[in-house]
């Protein structure tokens, strides 16, 4: 394939495979690059070794039975894509959510964005060449699985979100603990950004790298932390509300350049490391709000026959950032056509745009700063 | 300010005529996100004025998506487009013909086309003319038909890799313990 992509045979430009299997490439995912030394002249992505038809799938399973399936699109914050299929089959059954199952839905979508970008920070700082905080996040990240476990009995794929609510309650003492963890991480975030985030050596490393405007970052859609860090203060569950989001309070940060330019690798790394801060003010306030709400009133009104027609497009602001799932049914059991749109997709688009001139290591740092997950872009 | 989905459509109707915008949907017990048609040939023009207008100034496309009708002999692709500046969104649809799917593409107004693209022409086989680089993007290159559209069948094998799984017990010649209870 990579003859032809690149025809011309120049003598001093070779072409580099990288991946599908290597370190930085978060998942299964393959570059072919043309370089010239060190430089590259083009870098072009080719995806697909994890495309499991998930849509397909859709159109074979019935609106519950779907469930699942929706775990396995962004298997690092799998909660994000199950309530953005319950969104849609409730949007499109015009179903209400009780208060209750809104905030367990808050509560642990915002624990899985705090796991998440865990994951996001450690792997971009040991894809630069810092091993230790991978590890030292993996013990964070490990605390929420176990929460995650408690609530839902699954630590990865967690099938937690019904149409109408969620599955289970929160179990007793739970609150509790995850408050005792939230105050043993918050001190520890502060840590790590006097450690790694505002490092000297860390700065430079990342600092100017790979800038991409916000004009440019809204033109090739980049959604989320990728659009926020490029200086757009745009999140969804500040413009949409969805949920109980309004009733919370929370800042939106975005990359201000403290130490290069907007939208260079180091402000999305920033920008993740402050939405987890966020998150953490939401779940304290989530987890102190939810006590108003009944005990056990967790799943809404279903209708007896969930056979409904029309479409309905549904909206979260996930990890990855502007998760949406358009949902048609035609009065059947199974939807019509199940698609889902999400920010690793589009964030790969741009690779190809922005690689011309990039050294071959800043291509890793960038590709990291993105936190592409390769499932999610195959879907 | 924010406008609505009708009046956007009204907006659009007066400036390409009825022959280019028509088809308004908006019943609320079915369209939950109301969407009008747009001539295929025409949707560049219509998708430029979208963006540049500073009326509307919609400069995020959100998502493409193909979806095929084989009874109305059809392949619709839908388009979901908001605008972060005026914070209102839009649905438009092209209906093309199933047996010829083929319309412009949108590359040139929003870059995020490309890849959305691409991935409707992989799967469901529409021709977007004028795609700088329309590859197959997530099946293999040499793969045969088009796997969103309804009658698409799954061949028994790719290059020799089985895409059904065999019965064990067939295959392995494996003898089950009869059912009928053993006699003392």
Redesign the interface.
């Known amino acids: 394939?990579s003859d032809v992509i690149f025809t011309n045979e120049m003598d001093e430009e070779m072409t580099l495979n990288m991946g599908p299997h290597h370190p930085s490439t978060h998942g299964v995912l393959r570059f072919i690059i043309q370089s010239d030394g060190e430089i590259i002249r083009k870098a072009v992505p080719d995806?697909?070794y994890l495309?499991r038809?998930i849509?397909?799938i859709g159109e074979r399973c019935t609106y519950p039975g779907y469930m699942p399936y929706t775990d396995r699109v962004d298997y690092v914050a799998a909660m994000f894509a199950n309530e953005c299929w319950a969104m849609a089959c409730e949007?499109?059954m015009d179903i209400t959510v009780p208060k209750r199952a809104q905030y367990l839905r808050v509560i642990s979508c915002e624990l899985n964005r705090i796991a998440s970008h865990a994951i996001a920070l450690g792997a971009m700082a040991m894809d630069i060449g810092a091993t230790t905080p991978f590890m030292i996040f993996l013990r964070e990240r490990e605390s929420v699985n176990d929460l995650t476990e408690e609530l839902c009995g699954a630590r990865l794929t967690y099938n937690y979100h019904r149409i109408g609510g969620v599955s289970f309650d929160m179990p007793k003492g739970w609150a509790d603990k995850v408050r005792r963890w939230l105050d043993r991480v918050e001190p520890f975030m502060a840590e790590f950004d006097r450690l790694i985030t505002v490092n000297d050596i860390f700065i430079k490393r990342l600092a100017n790298v790979a800038v991409i405007t916000a004009e440019e970052a809204?033109?090739?859609?980049l959604v989320g932390p990728n659009l926020r860090a490029s200086g757009?203060k745009?999140d969804l569950r500040k413009?949409d509300g969805y949920s109980v989001y309004p009733e919370l309070d929370f800042d939106v940060p975005v990359g201000r350049g403290q130490h290069g330019s907007v939208g260079d690798c180091w402000d999305r790394f920033f920008v993740r490391s402050e939405e987890c801060k966020q998150s953490i003010k939401i779940l304290r306030q989530a987890l102190d709000k939810i006590d108003e709400h009944p005990e056990d009133d967790i799943v809404g009104k279903l209708p007896k026959k969930i056979k409904p027609?029309?479409?309905?497009?549904a909206?979260v602001e996930s990890a990855r950032g502007?998760m949406?799932c358009?949902v048609?049914g035609k009065g059947a059991e199974e939807p019509?056509?199940a698609?889902f749109?999400t920010g690793s997709?589009?964030a790969?688009?741009?690779i190809e745009?922005k690689s011309p001139g990039l050294f071959l290591a800043d291509l890793v740092a960038l590709i990291a700063s993105f936190d592409v997950v390769a499932p999610e872009i195959?879907? | 300010m924010a406008m609505t989905p009708e009046a956007i459509f009204k907006r659009l109707q007066e400036k390409f005529g009825t022959e280019t915008v028509f088809d308004f949907h908006a019943?609320p017990?079915?369209?939950?996100?109301p969407?009008f048609q747009v001539a295929p040939w025409e949707i560049e023009t219509v998708c430029e004025h979208l963006r540049s207008e500073p009326d509307f100034a919609f400069?995020?496309?959100?998502?493409i998506?193909g979806?095929d009708y084989p009874d109305d002999h059809k392949i619709h692709v839908?388009y979901?487009v908001y605008s972060?500046p005026k914070?209102h969104r839009v649905?438009l649809k092209c209906l093309l013909d199933r047996e010829d799917p083929a319309m412009p593409t949108l590359v040139n107004v929003?870059?995020?086309a490309?890849?959305?693209e691409r991935?409707c022409f992989d799967?469901l086989g529409v021709l977007f003319e004028g795609h700088p680089d329309l590859r197959?993007?997530?099946?293999?290159?040499d793969w045969e038909g088009y796997?969103?559209r309804k009658d698409f069948e799954e061949k028994e094998d790719y290059h020799g890799i089985p895409t059904v799984r065999p019965n064990p017990i067939e295959l392995f010649k494996i003898t089950l313990p009869s059912k009928e209870p053993a006699k003392a």
Request: hydrophobic share 35%; net charge negative; proline share 3%.
């Open positions: 394939m995806v697909g495309h038809s849509e397909k949007k499109l809204v033109d090739w859609g757009v745009w413009e027609e029309g479409e309905a497009y909206r502007d949406g358009y048609i019509y056509r698609r749109r997709f589009t790969m688009g741009i745009a195959d879907r | 019943d017990k079915k369209d939950k996100d969407w400069n995020y496309l959100e998502c998506t979806v839908v979901h972060y914070k649905v929003w870059s995020t490309n890849w959305q991935e799967l197959r993007l997530l099946m293999p290159d796997p969103l």
